[in-house]
């Protein structure tokens, strides 16, 4: 059976309209030949948009994500009584050569560039918050809060 046969009449006006729009081609145009039957495939949307996108922006993405650091593991809340020894740490990933930089209540600690942070409790640290900036080149990812509650006597 030709294909050309399996058109319905709704179908040849929606062809026949496209071709308008277009502004090419006349009715008759679109069944001087038969049109040969081509299976139909379809594949899960993963492929499909992978299959749509350049390699090289996928390449690209993927490069984009190592050179990010990224906060795997925040500092914890702590909870202690004044001359005790808060310690926070931090877990990030990222690319070789890491770099950290502790914050009290927003502000930098100086020389507190490590992945842990160890500090003796005051009176004046009740609720501060401690968080930690990750660096990777230009990249810069900071950490949730932790809070540091001072238990009194």
Request: hydrophobic fraction near 45%; charge should be negative; charged fraction near 20%.
């Amino acid at each position: 059976m030709d294909a050309w046969k399996v058109f319905r009449p709704w179908a040849l006006l929606a062809i026949t309209a496209g071709l308008s729009a277009c502004g090419g081609g006349e009715p008759g145009d679109l069944l001087a030949e038969p049109i040969a039957a081509s299976p139909i495939t379809t594949a899960p949307p993963q492929a499909a948009a992978a299959a749509a996108a350049p390699a090289s922006a996928v390449v690209r993405g993927e490069a984009a994500d190592t050179l990010r650091p990224r906060i795997v593991q925040a500092p914890r809340d702590a909870e202690l009584a004044v001359d005790g020894v808060a310690e926070f740490s931090v877990r990030a990933d990222g690319p070789p050569g890491l770099r950290y930089q502790w914050l009290r209540d927003g502000e930098p600690i100086d020389g507190a560039i490590g992945v842990n942070l160890q500090l003796r409790v005051t009176d004046a640290d009740h609720l501060a918050s401690f968080s930690v900036e990750v660096r990777a080149g230009a990249q810069t990812v900071r950490s949730q809060a932790a809070t540091l509650r001072v238990k009194s006597a």
